[in-house]
């Protein structure tokens, strides 16, 4: 099994900043990339930022210079550095991992629970 935690949502005012962690755990064997997805009520999950596990990074043009995408492959733990917060950025933030269980597996896409971002004054 594998899992993924994520932690660090909460309430902040406008311009704040909250740090994000997404830990994977259980059997593992190799990790391709991880992401942040997000979800207003009422509309889409869209990806926020994604890396790879060779430390490349993409963000969406609407948090691009706000927020920054981190991770620390020994500890299988991937970081969102969110700055300068905005009202729009309320979401429900959610994990993603494509991951390896062994050698003789296919890598599979893992979602954690969400954690839930509130920007407001």
């Known amino acids: 099994q594998v899992q993924l935690v994520e932690s660090g949502g909460g309430l902040v005012q406008p311009g704040g900043s909250l740090r994000l962690s997404c830990a994977a755990s259980?059997?593992?064997?190799?990790?391709?990339?991880m992401g942040w997805y997000r979800q207003a009520p009422g509309k889409q999950r869209e990806l926020v930022a994604h890396i790879t596990s060779s430390g490349g990074t993409n963000y969406a043009d609407s948090v691009k210079g706000r927020f920054t995408i981190s991770m620390d492959n020994a500890k299988n733990t991937m970081y969102l550095q969110m700055n300068s917060l905005k009202p729009e950025d309320t979401a429900v933030y959610y994990c993603?991992?494509?991951?390896?269980?062994?050698?003789?597996?296919?890598?599979?896409?893992?979602w954690g629970q969400g954690t839930q971002v509130t920007v407001s004054s």
């Open positions: 993603n991992a494509k991951i390896r269980r062994s050698r003789s597996d296919y890598a599979l896409d893992y």
């Open positions: 259980g059997n593992i064997f190799s990790i391709y990339g």
